[in-house]
Antibody, heavy 118, light 109 residues
Framework: EVQLVESGGGLVQPGGSLRLSCAASGFTFSSSWMTWARQAPGKGLEWVANINVDGSVEQYVDSAKGRFTVSRDNAKSSLYLQMNSLRAEDTAVYYC???????????WGPGTLVSVSS | QSALTQPRSVSGSPGQSVTISCTGTSSDVGGYNYVSWYQQHPGKAPKLMIYDVTKRPSGVPDRFSGSKSGNTASLTISGLQAEDEADYYCCSFAGSSGVFGGGTKLTVL
């Protein structure tokens, strides 16, 4: 059974940093593209970033470029999202998802809440 | 990377059919056959219901179907059931990025 579990969320001040993690199991992590998506309170889903199987390709939504970095450790079956220069509008539940190809996001974690506030 | 356009809400009675539209541009929905649909119940993670415009993952009832015409994709749910009440989101490949719709709240009357 595919399992994805995010961690690392919390309350951070504007301008601060957080590193989210996503622990994966139940599938061949090293063969899967992975995706981060987020959902602001009461709002819709927003795609944030993709990473390819070996980490050589990273893709970001415009609002995350230059501030967020997606990475992975295939030996640990783990996905990461380093978020710097955080803004109030980054407040959201962040989900990691297994990307089976062309935004076929076939498994999702339960999400981790990031709150950016002073 | 503008969000795809979905109706904010739709409703139907048990047993009826409803269709949710998802309108984009030739750079996303219209340009590729890579539209997916997600169901999200309150407080839960999204669940994949349709991918590649028309394909259903195993375990998703055949009451759920997808289609596309031009820049608009659609999700049709037939034989509505109470448990179908949820938020639904479309998502499209858009070159080197992805884009979701704003979401549609389905109410089963």
């Amino acid at each position: 059974e595919v399992q994805l579990v995010e961690s690392g969320g919390g309350l951070v001040q504007p301008g601060g940093s957080l590193r989210l993690s996503c622990a994966a199991s139940g599938f061949t992590f090293s063969s899967s593209w992975m995706t981060w998506a987020r959902q602001a309170p009461g709002k819709g889903l927003e795609w944030v970033a993709n990473i390819n199987v070996d980490g050589s390709v990273e893709q970001y939504v415009d609002s995350a470029k230059g501030r967020f970095t997606v990475s992975r450790d295939n030996a640990k079956s783990s996905l990461y999202l380093q978020m710097n220069s955080l803004r109030a509008e980054d407040t959201a539940v962040y989900y990691c998802a297994k990307n089976a190809g062309w935004y076929r996001l076939d498994s999702w974690g339960p999400g981790t809440l990031v709150s950016v506030s002073s | 990377q503008s969000a795809l356009t979905q109706p904010r809400s739709v409703s139907g009675s048990p047993g009826q059919s409803v269709t949710i539209s998802c309108t984009g541009t030739s750079s996303d929905v219209g340009g590729y056959n890579y539209v997916s649909w997600y169901q999200q119940h309150p407080g839960k993670a999204p669940k994949l219901m349709i991918y590649d415009v028309t394909k259903r993952p195993s375990g998703v009832p055949d009451r759920f179907s997808g289609s596309k015409s031009g820049n608009t994709a659609s999700l049709t749910i037939s034989g509505l059931q109470a448990e179908d009440e949820a938020d639904y989101y479309c998502c499209s490949f858009a070159g080197s990025s992805g884009v979701f719709g704003g979401g549609t709240k389905l109410t089963v009357l």
